[in-house]
């Protein structure tokens, strides 16, 4: 047995100076220590298994150490060209996640407001029958399933199986909304297409890197660190364009700070530059691209009623000039708060023809009610200048889970998609129902409600059911009091399947012990198009059982068994090789999973044995029918480079709310911590969430550091504690809190405004009043 | 018997007195950068209450500037 004697505490003190010497190469690029101790980490009775880690959509290969069907050890995996053997401080204590003393491990059901511990076989039988009561009383459009972009792709194609193909509903979505869905918009309005052109490898060839909004040093950390590195060998040059000062600015070559929803004006001025100083790539522009305007002043969905469908027009270069005009660097600097000179500058990086650039970005640009319109104008920046599907030039939007991209977005997990294509067009319904084995009228062709709809529809009533697998919306949902009093109401049923009680789970008819990531075979995609697998290495506690597994039982009991005939033992794999035939083809075809079983994963397109690096470029995509560059999203070819003008938020600071509000993450937690605070160390270095606040203001109001503070917006009021000048320093105006807390429920303050293009929320800027207690 | 790694950033000019004054300590192993200022510092201590007492003992250390938590490891963890 692996018993806890010295060879133990001896591989345990590797692991932690591992640990520290790889967070320390990653603050000091290029440190070397009297010891190198990372590369050291062997112990005789460990079985080394490799599977993605599961904390961010970076996607890092792990090697998980199993001994005597426990998980001890994780190191990173140096066969994967994602993290080249690193790891971060989340992936490292990963599999700690698996062993809280409050995993759940039971069934429970709420009976007269307690929850009671149930068998698995009940709760399944409960489930379905309330499933088939609800369906039957008030149609199929009252039940629903809400999961997560940490679904496993076997997961989230049977949730679209059953509830799209043999339901009859179009109401699933994905938290996947809430992070990437002005990315997806932004790509298929572009492009035509989903999801990156290049790959990590481009941070190996580009000279200067972009930050839109995005705090890397703390979400990205493996790839920071890879930047990082590029600046030791290669002098590269990193600027940080954010709202707030944080460990990335601090880090970068340069930071410059706009003020909230402006970067929507600095994009186009940077345009602007681009065009006035002759920089424009003509011959690429003019075989490559095309111009269109939609349509202005398009709200911000905060009624129920909201509705917006764009109507894209055709203009041409000259109007596209005329537009830029109003966004002259100095016009724009006065109330973006960017000094001109820093917009021209920003302009020369990308207008250089000599410098390569990477811009990257996540949620500033995606949780933003113009999130499709900023990612549009960064695409223009790149298609403007050529510099995009090869080698160290691309635009990336980065994601936030491990499998946003592999689940959410190319399995389709929402209420408008299909594993391939849109439930309103006839042909995708037809070849979604032949490869499923369904009756093709099964599948409605209209969508339903995208999330914040879904849980309007849940508060008015209409949804009278609702299961939420891996996500925790009792935390996340924007203007949160509406959401979860309307959860809470008579007549609503909730399952939830997770792994540790929540505030989800406390709103809960029904709570299913879940499976976690390595307890089952699964695979996920990351940013970058990378598709991986693993098997189960662990058998999960208890009754707990994995997410894809729940929905089958409860297929089979609603009477839907023959249309999924899987073998139990190997479910995963019979169900990944019944979805590819969804993309194949060499646009978006996958890789098998003989090769997935054998590699740290692999890229799609997945063509000839290759994986396709750089998408619509003849030079490295076998797709590609033209010889240079081919956007065959679009039927011309063509990319779009978009006419989007600046507008207004929703809601901005007045006279009795004179403060945005900012929310987001650190690099200790994932997302609203269910996991991540039931590790001791993670938990111990931020045990609480707070507010950071900027150190003059705070001074006026008399607020030091770990003062009790009351932050008040027009839905609810929050007391927590102040930081000052610690982590993140806000500019005057502004504050910022973590999410990652579920004692301090920040979204009960945030505003469920979202962009009509993508429906996704704004969680980067509302009004509040801050007050010391 | 918990386990813990830190990074540790001294005052300027005071790396020697510190890298001193923590190797002085039973619990205390370190692993110094050779190009850089900061080091590593791993403790490994008998008890919750011996782990804060070292974790005390260096954070009041006039010659650090700095100590950030990177990885730990608590009995129970340890003994997996
Ligand atoms: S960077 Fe992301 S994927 Fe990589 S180890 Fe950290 S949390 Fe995991």
Redesign the interface.
């Known amino acids: 047995m692996f018993t806890q004697n010295l060879n133990r505490r001896v591989f345990v003190k590797k692991m932690a100076t591992s640990a520290a010497v790889v967070s320390a190469v990653s603050l000091f690029p290029g440190i070397v220590f009297a010891e190198e101790q990372q590369v050291n980490l062997t112990e005789d009775n460990l079985n080394w298994k490799k599977a993605p880690c599961r904390f961010c959509g970076v996607g890092c290969g792990l090697l998980i150490g199993i001994s005597n069907g426990k998980a001890v050890a994780v190191k990173g995996d140096p066969r994967s060209s994602v993290n080249k053997g690193l790891a971060c401080v989340k992936g490292y204590h990963s599999v700690m996640a698996l062993y809280g003393k409050d995993r759940l491990k039971k069934p429970l059901v709420k009976k007269n407001g307690v929850f009671v511990e149930t068998s698995m076989k009940e709760a399944l039988d409960l489930v379905a029958s309330k499933m088939s009561e609800t369906i039957k009383n008030h149609g199929k459009d009252a039940v629903s399933i809400y999961g997560s972009g940490q679904w496993a792709i076997p997961d989230g194609y049977i949730a679209s199986k059953l509830f799209k193909g043999c339901i009859g509903t179009n109401n699933i979505e994905a938290n996947a909304r809430l992070c990437m869905a002005s990315a997806v918009t932004g790509f298929m309005t572009s492009f035509g297409m989903d999801e990156p052109m290049g790959c990590y490898e481009d941070i190996d060839y580009a000279n200067v890197f972009v930050l839109w909004g995005n705090n890397m040093a703390e979400m990205h950390p493996v790839l920071f660190s890879r930047m990082l590195d590029q600046r030791q060998k290669r002098g590269i040059k990193i600027i940080d364009f954010a709202t707030r000062t944080t460990r990335t600015s601090n880090a970068a070559d340069k930071s410059i700070l706009f003020k909230p929803q402006t970067d929507l004006a600095v994009a186009n001025a940077i345009c602007y530059e681009i065009i006035k100083n002759n920089w424009v790539n003509k011959n690429f522009v003019e075989t490559n691209c095309k111009f269109q305007k939609g349509k202005t002043n398009i709200g911000h969905g905060l009624t129920d009623d909201f509705k917006f469908k764009d109507e894209p027009e055709q203009i041409d270069f000259d109007a596209f000039k005329v537009f830029l005009e109003d966004y002259i660097p100095e016009k724009v600097e006065k109330y973006s708060g960017v000094a001109a000179r820093d917009i021209k500058y920003m302009a020369a990086l990308y207008g250089d023809p000599n410098k390569k650039v990477v811009s990257f970005w996540c949620m500033g640009p995606n949780q933003h009610t113009r999130g499709t319109w900023m990612n549009n104008l960064i695409y223009n920046i790149h298609l403007l200048t050529g510099k995009i599907s090869s080698p160290g030039n691309s635009p990336f939007s980065l994601t936030g889970q491990p499998s946003a991209c592999g689940t959410a977005r190319e399995v389709g997990t929402f209420t408008h998609k299909l594993p391939k294509g849109l439930v309103a067009n006839e042909k995708d319904r037809a070849f979604a129902a032949k490869i499923w084995g369904v009756p093709v009228e099964n599948i409605p062709d209209k969508p339903t409600h995208h999330t914040m709809s879904m849980f309007r529809a849940l508060d008015r009533g209409e949804i009278k059911f609702m299961w939420i697998q891996v996500t925790n919306p009792m935390v996340t949902i924007p203007n949160l009091n509406r959401y979860r009093k309307g959860a809470e109401k008579e007549g609503r049923f909730i399952v939830v399947s997770d792994v540790y009680p929540t505030p989800t789970t406390d709103v809960a008819d029904v709570i299913l012990p879940s499976a976690m990531w390595i307890e089952k075979t699964g695979l996920f995609g990351n940013s970058e198009r990378r598709t991986q697998f693993w098997e189960q290495m662990l058998t999960p506690p208890g009754e707990a059982m994995d997410d894809g597994k729940q929905l089958l039982e409860v297929a089979e009991r609603l009477g839907y068994g023959k249309y999924f005939q899987y073998s139990k033992e190997n479910y995963a794999e019979e169900v990944y090789n019944e979805y590819t035939q969804f993309h194949a083809g060499k646009k978006h075809g996958m890789a098998p999973l003989e090769v997935l079983k054998k590699e740290a994963g692999m890229i799609w397109p997945f063509v000839d044995g290759k994986p396709t690096k750089w998408r619509f470029n003849s030079k490295y995509d076998p797709a590609c029918e033209k010889e240079g560059f081919h956007f065959y999203g679009n039927e011309d070819g063509k990319a779009v480079i978009w006419q989007r003008p600046y507008e207004a938020p929703a809601e901005s600071p007045d006279s009795e709310y004179p403060f945005w509000l900012n929310t987001g993450r650190v690099v200790e937690h994932w997302h609203t911590g269910s996991m991540t605070r039931r590790i001791s160390v993670l938990h111990k270095a931020v045990p609480n969430s707070y507010v950071e606040l900027n150190p003059e203001e705070a001074k006026e109001l008399g607020i030091k550091n770990r003062d009790r503070v009351r932050i008040t917006s027009r839905r609810g009021t929050i007391v927590m504690l102040a930081s000052v000048n610690e982590r993140g320093v806000p500019p005057r105006g502004q504050v910022f809190v973590p999410f990652f807390d579920e004692h301090f429920l920040i979204n009960e303050l945030t505003l469920d405004s979202y962009c009509p293009i993508s429906n996704e929320p704004d969680y980067k800027k509302c009004a509040v009043k801050i007050e010391k207690v | 018997?918990p386990?813990?790694?830190?990074?540790a950033y001294p005052v300027d000019g005071k790396r020697n007195e510190l890298i001193m004054k923590i190797k002085a300590l039973d619990s205390c192993?370190l692993?110094?950068?050779?190009?850089?200022e900061?080091f590593?510092v791993?403790t490994?201590t008998f008890s919750e209450d011996e782990d804060k007492m070292i974790y005390e003992t260096i954070v009041n250390m006039p010659e650090l500037k700095h100590l950030?938590?990177?990885?730990?490891?608590?009995d129970?963890?340890?003994?997996?």
Not at chain 2, 3 to 7: C, N, T, V
Not at chain 2, 31 to 36: G, R
């Open positions: 018997m386990i813990k790694s830190y990074i192993e692993n110094l950068a050779i190009n850089e900061i590593i791993v490994d950030t938590l990177v990885s730990g490891f608590s129970e963890e340890i003994s997996n």
